[in-house]
């Protein structure tokens, strides 16, 4: 097994530290959940033992290399100092003349937060230029965005080739955890997928096919499975450009023998607000303007089964638009019926993991990871560009 670099590794004493953490939780200017804030607490307070000065930085949304103030991080740093029992400063930018000249004067203690790194278009295209920018402010690179490590951007791969690197104690524990899962995972091993973020982690599937003994699929990727089987989904969520995966993943199942469950039936509206009650209809019902936005009760007790006889169960993406009660039965079922399994219980995901800790139901996993793409990637057994710089060579 490879191994990481890990904060022993590096001399970090007195050190001025860039620190990637994964803050992606504010929507509209609202913090959606801590979970990932808290998970980068243990980091932080080590680095602040070695008498470090730390500057955090971190994407948030997907502004496309622009300022969208709604994706600021501003919030955050309103709520660090809360956590942390200490000041943090807030950085307008995260390059630039200002900022270099106060990053100067940060001394041993000191914790500052940057501007969302996606406000300029260096960040994801892994500019070098940006990225140098970046690697200036400090002089050792610490990862600890577990959520962010399967991409390749200036933050996640580009300062840690100019820096004295290592993975924090976050992304060491969920990749520790990963490993496991990947190599020796209790059979039957159950994966179930949901969420939005279709073409990313359609992507994955047909290398997960490969490690799982059944895949149960729920939320808007369900919906483009179902669309892609000839069902007329109306106004549901659905990605046309990834019907030839979908199609593609079914065949694989069937010739790999991985029990593949779709929903049969889904809970539908025709406003997506939170008055919406939903409706019950079988999957190939749907009305003009309905819009599928959780899975049905025959889907659920479905999964249930599978669930109950499975000794692993890995769960990314909600079952359905969660954030609104009247679609969060799905995803509230399965919750309960994973940690009331003897099974080894791991939940990833932005919006998942906020869920399960929303709900306080975190702890009763054997893990929940910060992660969702990320997880699936390396579930899939994906090499992952923020992992692949921080291994020991
Ligand atoms: P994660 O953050 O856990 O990796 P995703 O970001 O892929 O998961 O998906 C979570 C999002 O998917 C939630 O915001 C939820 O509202 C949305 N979602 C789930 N089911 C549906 C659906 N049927 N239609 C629209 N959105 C959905
Ligand atoms: C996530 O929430 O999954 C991570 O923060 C990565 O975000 P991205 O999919 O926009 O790169
Ligand atoms: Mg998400």
Redesign the pocket.
Known sequence: MNKLLTLQDIDLHNKKVFLRV?Y?VVSNGKIIDEFRVRASLPTIKYLLEQNCSIILAS?NG?PEGKVVESMSLRPVARLLPRLLNRDVAFFDDCVGEEVSQEAEYLRAGDIVLLENLRFHPGEEANDKTFATQLANLAEVYINDAF??IH?AHASTVGVAKLLPHAAGKLVQKEYDTFEMLMHKPPRPYTAIIGGA?IS?KIEVLDELLKHVDALLIGGAMANTFLAALGNTMQKSLVEKSNFVDALKIIKLAKTKKVKLVLPTDVIVAKKIDSKQRGRIVPIDQLEKDDIALDIGPDTMKAFDKTVAESNTVFWNGTLGMAELSAFAKASDNLAHTMISSDAQTIVG??DTAAFVDTQDLAEHFSFVST????SLELLAGKKLPGIEVLLKK
């Open positions: 994964d992606n994407h997907r959520a962010a991409r973020k990313d995901g932005g992660g969702g793409g990320a």
